[in-house]
């Protein structure tokens, strides 16, 4: 753990393993220990196939290991059901897989407002309302705040995808793939939004990239089951 940094998940003893169809061979994720720490975004580089999504959502509870624990500030999610998981995910978790998974029947500013309608103790106000704006034109969303996503590009819904993770302020966020469908310019823009608001809360980062040109950003790398401090990288 670096100097000052607070632990916020803790992976000690991870197998996962399923077989995706019958004719396939079963994949297997084994990490002995990992620390996501608030404060130094982590970054995973691994191919396609090592493993990245499914640890991801092992992370944030949304699969379940065949061994190990993933704690989360004292609370073993490997030990928690369903509902008490998905109740931590709405509540202190911000989340982007390459689904995106926006609601249909909602326009883009109603999809970003989303986290606190599904949330029984809050409700949206102007503050809220306001935040969500300053987010969405953060991320150049501004002209098409009205539309639904069937009228939104891919690189829009997935702008929208963002600002719906950052609204409610989570502890964690854990974003796939976040910018695969942005230019370079765009694609930066939102890494700077991400990245400042992270050092803001003092929150953690999980982020999975293709995109190598970004990792000097990032305080630490999970590589092919590796984690290296920016300090121990390679040139």
């Known amino acids: 753990m670096a100097e000052g940094a607070s632990t916020c998940i803790a992976v000690r003893g991870l197998v996962h393993e399923y077989r995706p169809d019958a004719a396939s061979a079963a994949f297997r994720l084994e990490l002995a220990r990992f620390d996501l720490e608030r404060g130094r975004p982590c970054a995973w580089i691994g191919p396609s196939g090592s493993g990245k999504t499914t640890l991801a959502m092992l992370l944030a509870g949304i699969l379940l290991p065949q061994a190990g624990s993933i ?27 390459q689904e995106l998974e926006l609601v249909s029947w909602l326009d883009a500013l109603e999809n970003v407002l989303f986290p606190f309608r599904v ?48 609204v409610h302020e989570p502890d ?51 590589d092919l089951g590796v984690v290296l401090d920016r300090a121990e990288r390679l040139p």
Not at 72 to 93: I, K, M, Q, S, Y
């Open 119 to 166: 949330r029984r103790d809050l409700g949206v106000d102007a503050s809220k309302r306001q935040r969500a704006r300053e987010l969405c034109e953060r991320l150049d969303l501004g002209p098409v705040l009205g539309r639904k996503p069937e009228r939104l590009s891919q690189g829009e819904r997935q702008r929208v995808a963002i600002a719906r993770a950052l």
């Open 71 to 97: 704690d989360f500030e004292g609370r073993d999610l490997t030990r928690e059901a369903e509902p008490a998981r998905r109740a931590l995910r709405l509540r202190r978790f911000g989340l982007v897989f």
């Open 172 to 222: 964690v966020l854990f974003l796939d793939e976040a910018t695969g469908n942005l230019d370079e310019a765009r694609a930066g823009l939102v890494l700077d939004l991400v990245l400042e608001e992270v050092q803001r809360r003092d929150a953690a980062l999980f982020y999975i990239t293709h995109d190598r040109s970004v990792l000097g950003r990032f305080a630490a790398l999970l």
